[in-house]
């Protein structure tokens, strides 16, 4: 949308902050190249992100801490723009969907803070750009829409919300790299079943989450105490309330040996039943 209206100004940045999906890097600049003739700088950010999350349990001050150091990537970006154009940019725009600032902030009425998204109250307060949010008072479905009219790939339009903060709101308990690659093969099963069984066009988001528990289990003849990861599927219109997905009994539980056979370090898969209100979507 903005390209259309600004054409060569736009300079998108693309940052990978440690807590994306398996393949993600890639696969969102692959889909970006093939399809739109735009700027895009990918920038491998993960080191510096996961160094300042590590050991980092509370949600809000994951999500605030990925804000605040996806800005400092992103001015650092700005300056490597300004060199090359002579000139810095002036706006910041975010794809903030109104959803997101009901739950961070009050806005028109008096809506009460149920978590902090990181591109609203995850920014810092003082900022070098203008934010344009041209999302900001739309919700997923009404966006989808407009994709569809600016012709973007329904592959791309079909895409499952995913959260700024990333896997670091779906690792319940402190951010470490090896907690990351279980949660990250976990998920890459649940969503490649979810597309082969034909079921991922039908739920609205669908992911893993991992706990910070560990259970009893058996392996062959041995005993294993190891994590648990929960799988979350909702059907919905916008994303402000949701209902548990009903996927097959015997679809969760193929998912199920999946991954507990083939992510060692899991040995427990359970499934979210649980609609929004009373819980949120997503765990953190």
């Known amino acids: 949308l903005i390209s259309k209206a600004v054409g060569e100004r736009l300079h998108c940045v693309f940052v990978d902050n440690g807590v994306l999906r398996?393949?993600?890097f890639a696969e969102v600049q692959e889909a970006f190249r093939g399809h739109?003739?735009?700027?895009?700088?990918a920038i491998d950010a993960s080191e510096r992100f996961l160094e300042r999350l590590g050991g980092v349990t509370d949600?809000?001050?994951k999500r605030v801490t990925v804000g605040n150091t996806f800005i400092k990537v992103f001015e650092e970006a700005t300056d490597e723009v300004a060199a090359r154009v002579g000139r810095r940019p002036e706006f910041l725009a975010q794809g903030t969907l109104y959803p997101d600032v009901i739950e961070s902030v009050s806005f028109k009425g008096p809506s009460q803070t149920i978590k902090t998204h990181h591109n609203v109250g995850g920014l810092p307060e003082e900022l070098d750009f203008d934010l344009v949010e041209p999302f900001r008072e739309l919700f997923k479905d009404e966006v989808r829409e407009i994709g569809r009219?600016?012709?973007v790939p329904e592959k791309i339009v079909g895409r499952h919300p995913f959260p700024g903060p990333g896997?670091?709101?779906?690792l319940a308990g402190p951010v470490s790299r090896e907690k990351l690659h279980l949660l990250r093969e976990a998920d890459a099963i649940f969503i490649s079943e979810l597309r082969d069984k034909d079921?991922?066009?039908e739920v609205w988001q669908a992911f893993a989450v991992l706990l910070p528990v560990q259970t009893v289990g058996?392996?062959?003849?041995?005993?294993?105490?190891?994590?648990?990861?929960a799988l979350r599927a909702v059907t919905s219109v916008d994303g402000m309330t949701a209902d548990w997905a009903e996927l097959p009994h015997d679809f969760l539980g193929h998912v199920a040996n999946r991954i507990v056979n083939e992510v060692p370090g899991i040995n427990r898969t359970v499934y979210?039943?649980?609609s929004k209100p009373p819980a949120t979507i997503e765990w953190e």
């Open 59 to 61: 949600p809000e001050e």
């Open 272 to 274: 979210d039943i649980t």
């Open 167 to 170: 896997l670091a709101i779906r």
């Open 218 to 229: 058996v392996m062959g003849d041995e005993r294993t105490y190891e994590d648990v990861v």
């Open 22 to 24: 398996k393949n993600e």
């Open 149 to 151: 009219l600016l012709g």
């Open 36 to 41: 739109f003739d735009l700027d895009l700088n």
């Open 199 to 201: 079921f991922y066009d």
